[in-house]
């Protein structure tokens, strides 16, 4: 069953690395500037889990907990991303899509509160 990217809005998670900082991304070859990855055992739009920046660790990590504090919707595309925050830091949008924009550049997006 499809679920609805909003539950997970002011909540904790668990977010799985698949694309690390620094990697690169084996189609489009931008590189990743934040620790990348999804929720396990979700499932969204696109028929993938929930995709989550993790902002805030900038060193290489494969599991994290943190609070989702903001959605990216993608006006132009149906794979919205969750942003997740560690020790609840709060980030401005203009920080949030200055710290996405190596990926977010290609969408028209809105930072969802």
Request: net charge negative; proline share 2%; hydrophobic share 35%.
């Amino acid at each position: 069953m499809i679920e609805n990217i909003y539950d997970y809005f002011k909540k904790e998670v668990e977010v799985c690395i698949d694309k690390k900082l620094e990697s690169r991304h084996p189609q489009w070859n931008f590189i990743y500037t934040l620790n990348y990855g999804y929720l396990p055992n979700t499932l969204n739009s696109d028929r993938e889990e929930f995709d989550c920046y993790v902002l805030g660790v900038f060193e290489l990590i494969t599991r994290i907990k943190g609070k989702c504090i903001s959605v990216i919707h993608r006006i132009d595309d149906n794979d919205d991303k969750l942003i997740v925050s560690l020790n609840e830091k709060v980030y401005s949008d203009d920080a949030i899509i200055a710290l996405t924009e190596f990926q977010e550049r290609f969408f028209d997006i809105r930072i969802i509160r």
